[in-house]
């Protein structure tokens, strides 16, 4: 049973435009989320997080939305890059747990 | 300010033989996570430190798993009579907070 979904697989975007990797979530004892970006043979490294007390979060290019009823969050990237080019990771937590739960990633191509 | 660390970087074993991996986390990190990670999937939570003390251990970790943090800083994850099924990415992460921050993984095929 998968608690955390990401349904596309793959996302391939130009240059200069913006990406939007979804992830959606059914455990609504969730509670602070994390977006990582990982490279091939390298470990993910933390992009931004949200809680659950927000809806939005923003740093330089990139912005995450929570919508908690729908339990959906979302991960903006604005103007894309090539640099970006990774799989993208949501990973949620309960409180207090500190044991997040990876969803199965999205690879993200940003086309020059 | 050095992140987190993993030794080896990439391991190559034969079926049955034990394996150990080393993590050091970041300095003052009092918490340290193990997760391996297997092709086209997330990392999957395996176990948690807090200091010495292992608070957590997942399902997925069988009894021929090991994880100790002896001293409360480096961490060492034993596989004994490793399975072909053991192959994946061990990943090692560290916090102080809620963000884990993740070290570059250790690299595991069993033949």
């Known amino acids: 049973d998968q608690q955390v979904k990401q349904n596309s697989p793959s996302l391939s975007v130009q240059e200069g435009r913006i990406s939007i990797l979804n992830c959606d979530y059914t455990?609504?004892?969730?509670?602070?989320f994390l977006w990582y970006k990982k490279y091939p043979a390298e470990g993910p490294t933390f992009l931004i997080s949200i809680s659950s007390i927000k809806d939005k979060n923003e740093d330089g290019r990139f912005t995450v939305f929570l919508n908690k009823s729908a339990k959906h969050l979302s991960l903006h990237i604005v103007p894309s890059q090539p640099g970006d080019s990774a799989v993208y990771f949501c990973a949620p937590s309960s409180s207090g747990t500190y044991k997040y739960i990876f969803g199965t990633g999205t690879r993200l191509k940003v086309l020059a | 300010d050095t992140g987190v660390s993993q030794d080896p970087r990439h391991k190559i074993t034969k079926r049955g033989q034990n394996v150990t991996f080393r993590c050091d986390p970041i300095s003052e990190h009092n918490r340290l996570y193990w997760y391996r990670q297997t092709l086209g999937q997330g990392p999957e939570f395996l176990t948690y430190?807090?200091?010495?003390?292992?608070?957590?251990k997942s399902r997925l970790l069988s009894d021929r798993f090991s994880a100790e943090r002896p001293k409360g800083s480096f961490s060492t994850l034993e596989i004994q009579r490793t399975e072909q099924g053991d192959s994946a990415m061990y990943l090692c992460a560290s916090s102080v907070a809620e963000t884990q921050y993740f070290g570059p993984g250790t690299r595991l095929l069993v033949l």
């Open positions: 430190f807090q200091n010495e003390a292992q608070l957590e």
């Open positions: 455990n609504s004892m969730f509670d602070y």
